[in-house]
């Protein structure tokens, strides 16, 4: 993927149920986003809040404390690569500033900073925490599309409840009183607006919201536990089919899978609390996403960028999989999903050999079937590009391409259709696994038809990797289905190879090969026969924050009428 690469099968379509699900027009269906708006729906969100709160369990993630400094001494909230002035009592209020990155705002409202302020030691910090979240009551009390949007309601009131303690012991003695009511407004906005059209993580977290506020008002009345029930019941439900029996989430997604085996184990806390026991079945999820968690992760300790996926916390993902209570090593394949591990020596590959998911699931989902990734020991050598919240609106959607992904594209075009809504057209579908261990070494036979429907052809690729890891051989063929011949013959291919924008590459042999060093001076070098070679720009979004230049092997040829097969081996070099 380079910069200024045209779009290519990417054309309009039906807006993703999760997009729609997402915007506030789709919120307010039934409702109307005037009567949201109004005064009257104010009222209806109550004036008379429970008499008793329960403190359910204290936050216990780490924040960042030079951030909470920094809000604490400069009056600066910085967040998903923006930053903006946040100060209480301001004639700039913050909560819906024009302007303002709408993730920025989404972070603000959320109140997931509060721990970043709480961490930072400074007494000071629990009555700033007090004095903003007063401040938000005071000018967010009736809905809007940006304070009130589903899950930032959701994240606020979980955020909120865990840091109560925290801020009441330095604020005044009104504040408690203030407080309840403001999370009880919410909490029935948020009960409303979660009776149709949730999916996805955004579910998880809506319904984890609701267990907490019920938890947290059990001792004002049955209907909190009836309320408690319903959500508990709903979320057991849901994670029953969303999380996969081989413990991926539907949307195939890396960072997904960490967060919302974060929101899980926060119910589960919850629960245990107020010594009660966390269904059967959210267990089970828990039991089940952890050793998926351990298989998404690299040599490095980040996470394998797939679907929208960039490296993440390494301190967050050790705390999450320590607080799984599970054990469990990462498996070599996942059998529902289809990604594929294979390990070896200090070598690790991690190849998706699934289908993209299917719709209403596939707004952050990425065209890159039978793409791979390889680390050696603790440092990435073959990446696909990646993308992170905050990142530049054209690059998120480039980085979505086929071509932005380390597997093999034809005729520039994605081997799944993007749609300009975002939504997924055309999968690749019919993606066929076959896997063998002979020796020690490790074999993967993958293919699937995102090219039949245009051009009759079917992308094979075959991996295998050595005993000791030192070898890494592959095949990339282009063949007509079932053994016709290519009905739109002498497109041109190019398998690519994205790498870590760590490693140093020249070109050697005359052209017929290329040579990568990593940082700690240990070398790789990839040949290929069938193909021309070549060394080309490309851009890594791996890490939040970051558009960092970097390189890719690219591999290219035309695929004849009677299909074409391109060998290559990514060896280690010694001393």
């Known amino acids: 993927m380079v910069p200024g690469a045209r779009p290519i099968r990417s054309v309009q379509g039906r807006p993703t149920a999760k997009s729609a699900a997402k915007s506030a027009v789709k919120e307010s269906r039934g409702l109307g986003r005037w009567f949201l708006g109004s005064s009257l729906y104010s009222l209806t969100l109550g004036y008379n809040a429970p008499q008793s709160f329960f403190a359910v369990a204290p936050d216990g993630w780490p924040g960042d404390p030079a951030l909470g400094q920094r809000l604490l001494m400069a009056g600066e909230l910085a967040a998903v690569g923006s930053a903006g002035t946040v100060l209480p009592e301001s004639d700039d209020p913050p909560w819906q500033r024009r302007g303002a990155a709408p993730l920025w705002l989404d972070a603000l409202n959320s109140f997931g900073w509060l721990r970043d302020l709480r961490d930072c030691g400074d007494p000071a910090a629990g009555m700033l ?23 930032v309601v959701a994240n606020r009131i979980v955020n909120w409840i865990r840091h109560y303690e925290w801020m009441a012991a330095a604020s005044d003695p009104g504040f408690a009183a203030r407080f309840v009511l403001s999370i009880s407004r919410q909490r029935v906005h948020l009960r409303r607006v979660a009776r149709h059209g949730m999916i996805g993580h955004e579910a998880v977290a809506v319904l984890k919201a609701l267990i907490f506020a019920d938890l947290a008002f059990i001792r004002d009345g049955k209907h909190f536990e009836k309320g408690l029930e319903q959500s508990l019941s709903r979320l057991a439900k849901f994670v029953k089919r969303y999380v996969l029996h081989d413990g991926v989430v539907v949307e195939r997604a890396p960072h997904v899978q960490l967060a919302v085996l974060r929101h899980l184990l926060d119910v589960r806390a919850a629960l245990a609390s107020a010594e009660r026991r966390a269904p059967a079945e959210l267990l089970a999820a828990i039991d089940r996403m952890a050793p998926m968690l351990r298989f998404f992760r690299h040599g490095d300790g980040g996470l394998a960028l797939f679907n929208g996926t960039w490296e993440g916390d390494r301190r967050m993902i050790d705390l999450v999989l ?3 209570s599970s054990g469990e090593a990462a498996p070599a394949m996942a059998l529902v999903s289809g990604f594929q591990r294979l390990v070896a020596g200090t070598s690790l590959v991690i190849a998706d050999a699934g289908s993209p998911p299917g719709r209403g699931m596939d707004g952050i989902a990425h065209a890159g079937t039978l793409s791979f990734e390889m680390s050696a020991a603790h440092e990435r050598l073959i990446v696909n590009c990646g993308t992170y919240p905050g990142a530049p609106r054209d690059w998120q959607h480039f980085m979505r391409y086929t071509a932005a992904h380390s597997t093999a594209v034809v005729d520039d075009t994605n081997s799944t259709e993007i749609t300009d809504h975002g939504s997924l057209e ?6 066929l696994i076959d896997r063998a261990d002979e020796g020690g070494a490790q074999w993967l036979d993958m293919c699937h038809d995102g090219y039949r429907s245009l051009y009759g052809i079917i992308h094979r690729r075959r991996l295998w990797l050595s005993p000791d890891g030192g070898d890494l051989r592959g095949e990339d063929s282009f063949l007509g289905y079932e053994g016709r ?10 398998a690519r190879f994205h790498l870590h924008p760590t490693v140093k590459a020249t070109l050697a ?3 017929q090969a290329v040579l990568m060093r990593l940082p700690s001076g240990r070398g790789w070098k990839l040949r290929a026969t069938g193909a021309g070679i070549g060394l080309a720009e490309s851009i890594y979004l791996g890490e939040e924050g970051r558009v960092r230049r970097t390189e890719q092997i ?10 074409i097969t391109v060998k290559w081996a990514l060896t280690r070099m010694e001393g």
């Open 129 to 151: 925490a007090a004095r903003l979240v007063d401040d938000w009551t005071n000018k967010e009390w009736r809905w809007s599309p940006v304070t009130w949007k589903r899950e």
């Open 322 to 324: 320590a607080r799984s």
């Open 426 to 431: 055309y999968r690749a579908g019919n993606v």
């Open 485 to 494: 011949p290519i009905t739109v013959p002498d497109q041109r291919f190019i």
């Open 509 to 511: 042999q005359s052209g």
């Open 554 to 563: 690219v591999l290219v040829g035309q695929v004849p009428v009677e299909g």
